[in-house]
């Protein structure tokens, strides 16, 4: 199940998963065979190839409401807002999509940001999600803007806008936004082998000039030891 959530986007091969488990041919076509017969795995007709099935979908959406993500990451939320006195949201990567599961507002709180959690949106429109983003390949990001290039074009957003977003988060080591006189710095982190969530701190524009986005980068860094031995924090 990890590595087909792993290619769940573009879907893996038979011998794909054969390669990758180290399992033999049989034993893996059984255990897809059962996993398809859950619902928990889907195969496509036309390319043969296997992704996760409304089921995985289902019991991941069922989730997210109050999900031990959340519950894990709270105190350490709670924590950032009360020393940076700003907005911490906490973001979880859907396929092409980012989705905000949870807000703690500081001192300076802004109240649209209420309206972000719940809300999913297409990755590269937001500082968490471009964090996120940036963990891909330059050719993959090119494939992503490829695949939504239409709701990308309605954003104003081009291809080289994106890989630049990308590029500039690499190069820093954190994703950093700024438009609309509202900014916002980000961290992504791995969620064992298949998942990738992130945190991001925002505020106006003039609390986050991009020089405060560095030491909040390291304000958060300093916090991911309470998430456990098992987060891989990453830029």
């Known amino acids: 199940m990890n590595l087909l959530a792993r290619h769940h986007d573009d879907g893996a091969s038979l011998?794909?998963?054969?390669?990758?488990?180290g399992l033999d041919r049989t034993t893996v076509w059984r255990m897809l065979t059962s996993l398809q017969y859950a619902g928990l795995v889907d195969?496509?007709?036309h390319s043969g190839l296997y992704s996760l099935g409304a089921q995985a979908t289902a019991w991941g959406a069922a989730s997210l409401g109050q999900s031990a993500l959340i519950r894990q990451c709270q105190p350490m939320m709670k924590t950032l807002a009360r020393l940076s006195e700003d907005n911490v949201f906490l973001v979880l990567r859907l396929g092409d999509y980012s989705h905000c599961l949870h807000l703690e507002q500081g001192a300076h709180a802004v109240l649209s940001f209420r309206q972000t959690v719940g809300e999913t949106r297409l990755l590269g429109l937001g500082v968490a999600s471009i964090a996120m983003l940036a963990v891909q390949s330059d050719e993959a990001v090119q494939a992503h803007h490829a695949r939504h290039q239409a709701s990308y074009d309605l954003e104003g957003v081009t291809h080289a806008q994106l890989l630049r977003w990308v590029r500039a988060t690499r190069q820093c080591g954190h994703a950093y936004r700024s438009t609309a006189g509202i900014a916002a710095v980000g961290l992504h982190w791995n969620l064992g082998q298949a998942a990738i969530a992130a945190i991001?701190?925002?505020?106006?524009?003039?609390?986050?000039?991009?020089?405060?986005?560095?030491?909040?980068?390291?304000?958060?860094?300093?916090?991911?030891?309470?998430?456990?031995?098992?987060?891989?924090?990453?830029?």
């Open 200 to 235: 991001s701190i925002g505020a106006s524009r003039t609390r986050l000039p991009q020089g405060r986005a560095t030491e909040l980068a390291a304000l958060m860094r300093s916090q991911w030891p309470v998430l456990g031995s098992h987060v891989e924090l990453r830029c």
């Open 43 to 45: 195969r496509d007709v």
């Open 15 to 21: 011998r794909e998963l054969v390669q990758a488990s």
